[in-house]
């Protein structure tokens, strides 16, 4: 018994810890010096720590499978990682997130914007710490429009009168595919109306999806939003075509960029509307950060979330990338202010974004919706009749009786 | 009458890819104006270059390297099983191939969880070795048909002239029957690299990191973040499209006689 | 050189091809097996080739038991019925093969000596593709002889040539038979082949032997009706009988010597007189064959066929005497 | 070479088996449990095959794919042997029209889907010309579009097959129905299409099980939106992008079952003679 006590006691002693390499999958980032900056930093304030980071396929929901992948075969290779706000519930529901309570103290969760703190928190535990957020914008033309719409009836007026007077523009544009996408414009007007999506849409949700489609989409926006997503419906606003649009904090700096943009200067950014009675809300977006449970240098990750969501980075990524950080206070900044006089309105709907519902199988609940909404929105039903559809597999059945009836060839 | 019928069936054939193509050549702002021109009138190569920096010349190479491998490896598999399914007098040899014939209709998604399950388990997934696996069970049933449609067209006299002159089985294999039957082995590998340079959903599947990607599954997600480029994707598509154009223009009558091989018997 | 074959026999599955056959070939012999088709003869000749395995039996080369041994090494050459020439290989490569797999030193020597044989020099840098019937015939043929085999095999050689071409072959075969002194083993379903090429013929019957003989002795002494109307077209004429004491009595009568009982009496067209004789017959129908004339007849309710010379009258419907000169008389 | 014969075949059989068998035989067992990227395994019995089919999604997407198959395989044998019939005329030039007609089948079902999506663009489509309605929102147009692409697509391979048929019709036969009197139609009727029949159905056979499997036009066009989700696209859904391992399992098993009926019932129904494999 004693040499096993002894040998016990040798393990714990203090030894020169080895170096680590700590893994970390990320998006392709858009600035990629910005990055690689902040983490050799980093590593100059822990020697012991080195950063490889791998990065992932720029969509969501590939990236997602490869998490998954990764994450399921416990791959060896994976400690820290990026993850969409609205897989906190799944991923925590599997046992992929190793909880960072003790990391993040009461009063300092409070200094987080409220929406991400919230997708964070899954049964009371805080399973992630967020990085950046997005929340959805009313970009509208300046030059048109004197004062931004309140609620979105305005907005359906205001729009008519201008595109009485420029009858090349359109009313508004904004994303109605069939895609994740659909939930947050919808979202917005839904909780806007203070209706409810999950578990189903309730009478103020169908009175706002209503108003979408018979008052929005065809009188003000294109039918053509129906198969549109933020680049398709972008380019619209941008080649001068539209008067109102609604968008991610990103399309703040290509609708100023006259390379890409028509508009350059003429573009004014507010809240989204609300119906009457109801109050603006924005969907949350943005990507928090996570420490694999299976992942043997928890620590070492963790001292690098600390690291990326503390002041002084988040305020020098906002700089370099232009993101919206996670941190309230950096977005009250004086430099920061200087550099993104818009920030100042964008807090005010950072604070109002709200997550989407969550659930551990949050990818089938968003499918259904989008399919339920959708169909509301085209005012078809996808179902198929069953006679339409078996009339041409008959057709191709008497065929190959016909043929195959003659004698032996 | 059939002069009309074939300048029709031409025009349908060819004019949406001619239009397609001519998109490429068209600027930007060109290709996203409503109500799109039919010829480029500032044609500009900038379709091209947005469509290389996304990455194309690597899906390109990647395609060609899955697609050789896979018909590197299927070719001598489905030479031999043809061989011995069309020469010899095998016990039990019509239902062999019966059962190839069915093995070429699984859909790909009934294969693609265990494989995927397989592959993970040796850590192929999100290699270009990844995708060799299930193109090769998914070509094979169609080599082994050609190839045994051609093995059966040469006389067995030929064979049996060699061994009477003397070769033995490999000598006559290689003197004598391979040389015959190049002609069919050739077409089969044209089919073979055709469907693996054209397969979807297993290269979406197994190949997440676009420096791994092919060409269907990087010009299916091409639309990014940032922009919906039309003129990249339609340049390309022109690029995945050209080397397969080239090889049926040039192999036409190879190809016409692998596809319609012992599909129809005399 | 001596061939032999001792009771062999071969059988797909349920169907019996060759049915304990034996025969004996000398050397210098033009062996014919011939019979009609699917009466076993190639079989045969595959297995004395080494092509097929016998089920039972066996085949000996000089005295040599060469049944389980491989083509190649049976220094046996064979020259098949589509010629089986190697498509991508020129002429001259197609002669060279057989010498290259036995690494014979005067490979090329050889080629040219056999090619001025056959005269086909001038087609030695041709394709198959590109030669006549009987060019690609006499190309097999090349391949054969430029190996001095001690045994040659010829597999219905002629019968994808014209009639014409097919003619001249026949010449040249004898010629080379000759010439090289070769020992053959030639099928065919052809009798005329048979009877013009062979020193020995083998007819041959469902797998079995049904008479071996000289051509002279096959046509002269059919020991069977199916050997005496298989040689000969015409076929000699049947008629059903019994033989008592020395006399046929069927249709017609006549004195023969054969053991008594049920027996079928033949007689060969070109045996038949007409003009006088105790048959009477009526004449159904002249063929007029330029140097002969085919005369069918009826006696009694019999047809019989008669060959006449281009002089003399016979006209559809006369009555005519006729008597044979030669008879044979075989067990019913 | 005779006794060569199983050691040749056997590499290739093999492969077939662990490649093709094994995860075939693997999704019909993973069928039977509930699994998720989320919950470990959970042995459910045809739990999963009931949950399908209540579900409005997986009905409609079934009916579908039926429309779709029976739909695209009936237009490319009318229009294939429309070509074919074109193909196998005498003219000059028919060397190149042949190469023309070869081309839809040559392109890549990803980019020839792109075109089609380009071509039906709400904004900058060639369609916009003919009107402004938005296709892919509107289930009827989008399951249209789906099929043009794919007849467009693989036309010309039921095409070739037919022509291939056609060509081993002895042009005597035909002489021979002209001097009988026999005008074109009538022709066509009584004696090239019965002599087509081996072609058409082994065309009719290839193109159903194909058609079954499509997947890459329904991605690429609309990601299955407007009622367009064929059955592998509902099984890619299910696998790849919800984890939901048992109900995309169930969905791989239900397409693969679909197929294998419809072989057998082929395979009884097409002359045994095509189907000859000896010598």
Redesign the interface.
């Known amino acids: 018994m004693l040499r096993i006590a002894l040998a016990g006691l040798l393990l714990s002693l203090p030894q020169e810890p080895a170096p680590v390499e700590l893994h970390f999958l990320m998006w392709k980032p858009h600035q990629r010096e910005a990055w690689t900056r902040a983490l050799r930093d980093f590593e100059k304030l822990h020697p012991r720590i080195r950063v490889r980071v791998e990065e992932g396929p720029h969509s969501s929901s590939e990236l997602h499978a490869m998490l998954v992948t990764k994450l399921r075969a416990r791959d060896p290779e994976l400690d820290l990682f990026l993850i969409d706000v609205v897989w906190p519930a799944e991923f925590a529901a599997a046992g992929y997130l190793d909880p960072i309570d003790d990391l993040f103290s009461e009063e300092e969760r409070k200094r987080f914007f409220p929406g991400p703190i919230e997708a964070d928190t899954v049964d009371g535990r805080l399973v992630a710490a967020p990085f950046n957020v997005d929340a959805g914008l009313l970009y509208f033309r300046k030059d048109l429009v004197k004062a931004a719409p309140e609620t979105w009836n305005q907005l359906a007026e205001q729009a008519a009168a201008i595109t009485a007077r420029h009858p090349d523009l359109f009313g508004y544009t904004g994303q109605f595919d069939r895609y994740e996408g659909l939930v947050c414009n919808l979202m917005e007007l839904i909780r806007s109306n203070g209706g409810r999506m999950a578990p189903s849409l309730d009478e103020r949700a169908e009175e706002a999806v209503a108003w979408a489609r018979d008052r929005l989409i065809g009188p003000v926006a294109p039918r053509a939003v129906l198969n549109q997503r933020e680049t398709e419906s972008r380019e619209i606003f941008l080649q001068g075509h539209a008067v109102f649009h609604r968008n991610w904090p990103e399309t703040w700096k290509i609708a100023n960029d006259p390379a890409r943009s028509k508009v350059a200067g003429r573009v004014g950014l507010a809240p989204l509307p609300r119906f009457e009675g109801g109050r603006s809300v924005s969907t949350l977006g943005g990507w928090q950060l996570a420490i694999a449970s299976h992942s043997p240098r928890r620590a070492e990750a963790r001292a690098l979330v600390r690291y990326l969501a503390g002041f002084d980075v988040q305020k020098r990524l906002t700089l370099e990338t232009s993101h919206g950080p996670s941190l309230s206070a950096v977005m009250d900044d004086p430099d920061v202010l200087a550099r993104f006089p818009h920030f100042a309105e964008m807090k005010r709907v950072f604070f109002a974004a709200e997550p989407r519902p969550r659930s551990p199988d949050y990818a089938e609940l968003s499918d259904r919706l989008q399919q339920t909404l959708y169909a509301k929105l085209t005012g078809a039903e996808d179902g198929v009749a069953v006679l339409p559809a078996l009339a041409p597999m008959a057709v191709l059945g008497l065929l190959v009786f016909y043929l195959s009836r003659g004698r032996r060839a | 009458m059939t002069r009309v019928a074939a300048v029709v069936l031409v025009a349908c054939s060819v004019a949406p890819f001619a239009w397609f193509a001519s998109a490429s050549f068209k600027g930007p702002r060109e290709i996203a104006q409503r109500r799109p021109t039919l010829v480029p009138l500032e044609p500009t190569l900038d379709g091209y270059r947005g469509a290389v920096d996304k990455g194309l010349a690597g899906w390109m190479l990647n395609s060609l390297i899955v697609a050789t491998a896979t018909t590197l490896v299927t070719l001598p598999l489905a030479a031999g099983a043809a061989y011995a399914l069309s020469r010899t007098r095998m016990r039990g040899r019509r239902i062999l191939l019966g059962l190839v014939l069915a093995a070429s209709m699984f859909p790909q998604v009934t294969l693609a969880h265990t494989l995927y399950g397989m592959l993970q388990s040796v850590g192929l997934v999100n290699t270009r070795a990844g995708p060799v696996f299930p193109y090769v069970s998914l070509t094979l049933p169609l080599a082994i048909w050609i190839l045994a449609s051609f093995f059966r067209e040469i006389p067995a006299e030929l064979e049996e002239a060699a061994r009477i002159d003397g070769a033995g089985p490999v000598r006559t294999l290689v003197r004598v029957f391979l040389p015959v039957a190049a002609p069919g082995v050739f077409t089969a590998a044209i089919l073979t690299f055709i469907y693996a340079w054209n397969e979807f959903f297993f290269a979406l599947v197994l190949l997440t990191g676009n420096d791994v990607r092919t060409l269907p599954p990087g010009i299916a997600t091409m639309p990014g973040q940032y922009t919906f480029p039309w003129g990249e994707i339609a340049a390309a598509c022109v690029l995945a499209t050209a080397p397969l154009l080239a090889a049926v223009l040039l192999l036409q009558r190879r190809i016409v006689s692998g596809l319609t091989a012992g599909a129809v018997k005399q | 050189m001596r061939l032999e074959v001792r009771s062999a026999r071969k059988r797909f599955g349920d169907t019996v091809a060759v049915e304990d056959v034996s025969l004996r070939v000398a050397a210098g012999d033009f062996c014919v097996l011939l019979g009609p088709s699917g009466c076993g003869k190639s079989t045969l000749l595959r297995l004395v ?3 097929e395995e016998a089920t039972s039996g066996s085949v000996l080369v000089d005295g040599e038991d060469v049944t389980r041994m ?4 049976r220094d ?3 020259v ?3 010629y ?1 020439l ?3 290989m020129t002429v001259r490569q197609n002669l060279r ?2 010498l290259e ?2 690494k014979v030193p005067d490979a090329d020597a050889r080629v040219r000596e056999t090619a001025d044989l056959l005269r086909i020099g001038d087609l030695m840098e041709r394709l198959p593709r590109e030669l006549s019937g009987g060019q690609r015939q006499r190309v097999a043929i090349g ?1 054969a002889i430029v ?1 001095r085999p001690k045994l040659f095999l010829f597999d219905e050689p002629l019968s994808n040539l014209d009639a014409q071409l097919r003619g001249d072959m026949r010449a040249e075969l004898a010629r080379l038979h000759r010439r090289l002194e070769a020992t053959i083993l030639y099928v065919t379903h052809d009798q005329v082949e048979a009877m013009t090429l062979a020193t020995r013929i083998v007819l041959m019957n469902r797998g079995r032997v049904e008479q071996e003989d000289a051509p002279e002795g096959l046509y002269l002494r059919p020991r069977t009706l199916f050997a005496g109307r298989f040689i000969g077209s015409p076929p000699m004429n049947a008629i059903e009988g019994v033989v008592t004491r020395g006399k046929f009595e069927g249709a017609v009568s006549w004195p023969v010597e054969a053991p008594d009982g049920q027996s079928v009496l033949g007689v060969r067209p070109e045996d038949l007189r007409l003009g006088d004789g105790p048959w009477r017959g009526v004449i159904d129908l002249v063929e007029n064959l330029g140097a002969e004339r085919l005369i069918h007849l009826k006696v009694g309710d019999l047809s019989f066929v008669a060959r006449a010379g281009p002089e003399g009258t016979f006209e559809r419907g006369a009555e005519v005497a006729l008597k044979p000169v030669r008879v044979h008389v075989f067990p019913a | 070479m005779r006794k060569l014969g199983p050691w040749l075949a056997a590499p290739a059989l093999v492969t077939l088996a662990v490649l093709a068998a094994v995860p075939i035989a693997g999704a019909l067992w993973q069928s039977l449990f509930h699994e998720t990227s989320r919950e470990p395994a959970r042995f459910v019995g045809l739990g999963n095959y009931v949950q399908l089919a209540r579900d409005p999604e997986v009905r409609n997407s079934v009916l579908f794919t039926l429309q779709f198959v029976g739909t695209s395989v009936v237009l490319e044998l009318v229009l294939g042997l429309a070509a074919a019939l074109v193909l196998h005329a005498k003219f000059r030039g028919r060397g190149l029209v042949r190469a023309a007609v070869l081309v839809p089948w040559a392109i890549p079902t990803v980019v020839a889907a792109w075109i089609w999506r380009y071509v039906f663009d709400d904004y900058s489509g060639l369609m916009t010309y003919a009107s402004d309605v938005s296709w892919f929102s509107d289930p009827f147009w989008a399951r249209t579009i789906v099929i043009v692409a794919d007849v467009w697509k693989t036309m010309p391979f039921t095409a070739l097959l037919i022509l291939a048929g056609l060509q081993t019709i002895s042009d005597d036969v035909i002489d021979a129905a002209r001097i009988d009197g026999a005008g074109p139609w009538r022709r066509f009727v009584h004696v090239t299409l019965p002599l087509l029949r081996p072609a058409l159905l082994v065309a009719l056979l290839f193109r159903t099980m194909d058609a079954f499997r499509v997947f890459d036009a329904v991605f690429v066009m609309t990601r299955g939106k407007s009622g367009t989700s064929v059955l592998q696209f509902l099984g890619y859904k299910a696998l790849f992008d919800q984890g939901n391992y048992g109900k995309g399992a169930a969905i791989s098993a239900v397409v693969f079952l679909l197929i294998a009926t419809m072989t057998v019932f082929y395979v009884r129904s097409v002359p045994s003679r095509l189907m000859e494999a000896d010598r």
């Open positions: 080739a080494g092509l491989e083509p190649g090494d046996v050459a064979m098949f019925q589509n089986a190697y498509p991508h093969f057989p797999m036995r391949r190996r």
